[in-house]
């Protein structure tokens, strides 16, 4: 019988090649669709497990409390409380503490002088406990071992293959610089090479080196100003990322709370400045308080269930059009059923064989969507910064969710039909008499509704996310970023003396024509602050004013608009002390930019007294999240964080970056090169929002288009149950336009029905999401008319062929019709 059915399914499929193609399309789309999604959500889900027995590996961080009883939730703890725990805390079962540097390091092969600069995060100062409580995937060396020797160094893979061309290095010296580590090369011995860190790891280290090297250093004894065995083990001062292991089954609520007591048994009247939290290391990823990767912002859990609700959506859409075309097609299939049940087939067999049928098509379907998946991966990886492969499907738990996805796909689809065809009567079949009641009619209109309802809604969302991503092009920053090269100038391993050599150098290439070194911009971890006090206005009050050091040039290179006042003169010693002020520190003292002008401003902190020079309009520095502070423009480079940033022509940026590499490394020799534009900086600030918008983009468009097959469906559908009548109404004398009228009508009344229903909710939601925003779009009719008529558009192009066919019908053809 089974065997019978599925011949019969063929049949059919053969028989109506068009409509089992519509069909199976839309099926695979959507099948494909929801693939993508259910591996994104399972990749974000999957966030640091690759580390061992990771539900029993926490993260420790603080509540700071300062003097003034503010309070500040960091991802670091002091140094010395990693051991505190180990030998006073019961359940802990071990711990391990990670010593960062935010500056970059010269990392050079002296063999054949292949020299990089470090990026964020790149670089670790661990211990032999960091290879035993965290993730270390080691392909080369002896993991007792890697850490043993003060100047050990294990890199990537990733590391290994940029600085020797292989992976198979152990052995091999390397030569690493840094201002708080060694003025000149120190050597390193290459003892281990470890796996890539997967992108789902909150850690991403390439180059792992052992703390003891920092006993050896004189530039770090010198920094820290107390001996490096007292710097590890501090209780109240110098913060790391710290990790603790605890034992199983223990309890993670009772361990805090011990070590709550035990710190302030230990640190007394400090205690109160100092809260400890414990945050389980593969919750890390969606915390949206503290940030534990440092230099990746993390993900949005809101944002995992906007996503996962239109794989949802997208699901339910292709299996509405399943039942909206099977039924669509149910008149020519009801003498099967009527032949079928006179010859004693019972409705539970002809149920049965519906959903027999709807199983077939969903795995075709099923088939041509994993295919589709596969052409799709270089596009979505680009998509959503991620590296999936084809062997990322042989997962126990991707491939249970595709079987699932299947089976709740093909039973969605093949119920409405399965009930509907299967409950035709014989005798009015076979008569001829059959009619599809009003109720199902209404169904298949409220479920075509629905799906006209969400396309608005999902038109309205994607527009004002799209409008509020091209917010950032307000910013002046953004202005011409993508023609701003941002250049490393080596975290002070380049001497500050050489920058005037090498500036004057760029500028003998006729192209460039600003040149400046300032801080790194936008700030993503907090700007510069310094207290000023304007002796003249407010005594010895003081201003907490964000702190933009930078070379002369900076206001032009980033075309900053003066509202009084001039900038800072080249040649003039005076301006390294004078200031440019913007709008809103001006604003926070009740005064114009013109009777600002020429007060005298003195960092307290340098107790250097200037002028005020000029006032600019405001421009975000940081994220537009936040409010704009006020700020002091000082013409004096800070020597810690030091960027070159040099505007070069749009289009000769590959012939203009080599003339900037090969400038660096004549008067630079031995310092690293590294560059990146102002539009990816910018890009890396808004990645999370970024990467929301398309993807939601991107599966918006895709149940768009699944609706639209829908549509096409129940155009199909009426056209065929009112062909008598339209063949009746031409010889009556109704005119093409009116026939094709009649027909659209009813889809128009859908569309402006649908969105009716999906305007407020659009606008209530969008407008919920944009207060996290310190400056957002006005939400205008625009979108709402744009939505409107972009639906209304497509829905009359979907439908048109199967209207104007209906229409033009001979009314001859249309009454022999059965």
Request: glycine share 6%; aromatic share 12%; with cysteine.
């Amino acid at each position: 019988m089974v065997i019978n059915y599925l011949k019969v399914a063929w049949r059919n499929f053969i028989k109506h090649k068009g409509y089992a193609v519509l069909n199976i399309s839309g099926l695979a789309i959507g099948l494909a669709a929801v693939i993508l999604v259910f591996l994104y959500i399972q990749d974000e889900k999957s966030y640091d497990t690759m580390h061992p027995d990771s539900n029993t590996l926490f993260g420790i961080g603080e509540t700071f409390i300062d003097d003034n009883g503010e309070k500040f939730d960091i991802p670091f703890v002091p140094s010395g409380w990693a051991q505190l725990l180990k030998e006073r805390v019961p359940g802990v079962a071990g711990t391990s503490h990670v010593l960062l540097y935010g500056y970059p390091h010269s990392v050079r092969n002296p063999e054949d002088d292949k020299t990089i600069l470090t990026q964020d995060g790149e670089i670790f100062m661990v211990d032999q406990s960091f290879a035993e409580i965290l993730h270390f995937p080691l392909l080369h060396g002896n993991r007792e071992e890697v850490f043993e020797q003060p100047n050990s160094i294990v890199l990537s893979e990733k590391a290994a293959n940029i600085l020797f061309g292989s992976t198979d290095v152990v052995g091999q010296v390397l030569e690493i610089k840094n201002i708080f580590i060694s003025q000149e090369y120190a050597n390193l011995i290459v003892t281990g090479v470890v796996q890539d860190y997967p992108s789902n790891s909150h850690i991403r280290p390439d180059y792992l080196i052992s703390k003891k090297f920092l006993n050896t250093s004189s530039s770090f004894q010198e920094m820290i100003g107390i001996p490096v065995a007292d710097y590890f083990s501090s209780i109240d001062g110098f913060q790391m990322p710290t990790y603790v292991r605890i034992d199983k089954g223990a309890n993670i609520d009772l361990i805090e709370t011990e070590f709550e007591r035990v710190l302030a048994e230990n640190l007394q009247e400090k205690s109160k400045q100092h809260d400890p939290f414990f945050q389980k290391i593969t919750n890390f990823h969606f915390d949206k308080k503290v940030n534990w990767s440092g230099w990746k912002s993390a993900a949005n859990s809101d944002f995992m269930i906007v996503l996962g609700f239109i794989g949802f959506i997208i699901l339910l859409i292709a299996s509405i059009n399943y039942m909206n075309l099977a039924t669509a097609r149910s008149m020519k299939r009801s003498k099967e059923v009527g032949v079928r049940k006179s010859l004693g087939s019972s409705r539970s067999s002809l149920i049965f064989q519906f959903f027999q049928e709807s199983l077939l098509t969903s795995f075709l379907g099923l088939l041509i969507a994993l295919a589709l998946v596969a052409l799709m991966l270089p596009a979505f990886n680009h998509l959503a910064d991620k590296t999936y492969t084809i062997a990322s499907f042989f997962q126990i738990e991707i491939l249970f969710g595709l079987v699932s996805i299947w089976l709740v796909m093909a039973f969605i689809a093949g119920s409405y039909p399965a009930v509907v065809l299967s409950g035709f009567k014989p005798i009015q079949v076979l008569k001829g008499g059959l009619t599809i009641g009003k109720g199902h009619s209404r169904l298949r209109k409220a479920l075509v509704l629905s799906q006209l309802t969400i396309s608005v809604l999902l038109l309205i969302c994607t527009g004002i996310i799209l409008q509020q991503m091209n917010m950032l092009q307000n910013s002046k920053l953004y202005d011409n970023a993508n023609q701003v090269v941002s250049i490393r100038y080596g975290g002070g391993i380049a001497p500050i003396e050489d920058y005037n050599t090498l500036k004057n150098e760029i500028l003998r290439d006729p192209d460039i024509e600003e040149v400046t070194l300032s801080v790194h911009l936008p700030q993503r971890w907090g700007p510069w602050q310094a207290s000023f006090e304007l002796p003249e206005i407010s005594g010895e009050q003081k201003y907490d004013w964000i702190q933009l050091p930078g070379d002369y040039d900076f206001p032009e290179v980033f075309d900053l608009e003066f509202l009084a006042g001039r900038s800072f003169r080249i040649g003039s010693p005076a301006d390294s002390s004078n200031v440019i002020l913007n709008e809103t520190a001006v604003r926070s003292l009740d005064m114009t930019p013109n009777e600002i002008l020429g007060q005298s401003i003195k960092d307290v902190a340098t107790n250097i007294q200037g002028t005020v020079i000029g006032v600019v309009k405001d421009f975000s520095f940081e994220s537009i999240r936040t409010q704009i502070k006020p700020m002091a423009i000082q013409g004096k480079p800070q020597k810690e964080d030091q960027i070159l940033y040099v505007k070069i022509p749009a289009t000769k940026l590959g012939e203009k970056l080599m003339m900037l590499e090969g400038v660096w490394k004549k008067i630079l020799p031995g310092v690293g090169f590294d560059y990146w534009f102002l539009s990816e900086e910018f890009g890396r600030m808004y990645a999370t929002e970024q990467k929301m918008s398309d993807l939601i983009w991107f599966f918006s468009m895709l149940a768009i288009f699944i609706a639209c097959l829908g549509l096409y469906g129940l155009a199909s559908y009426m056209a065929e149950q009112r062909t008598k009548e339209i063949g009746v109404r031409k010889i009556l004398g109704a005119s093409v336009p009116q026939i094709l009228v009649l027909l659209v009508s009813d889809f128009v009344k859908l569309v402006v029905i649908s969105c009716l229903v999906a305007f407020p909710i659009g606008y209530w939601v969008m407008n919920n999401w944009l207060q996290s925003f310190a400056y957002k779009i006005n939400i205008g009719w625009e979108i709402f008319v744009i939505s409107l008529m972009v639906i209304l558009g497509l829905t009359l192009l979907t439908i048109s062929y199967e209207s104007i066919r209906a229409s033009i019908e001979k009314p001859t053809k249309s009454l022999r019709y059965e």
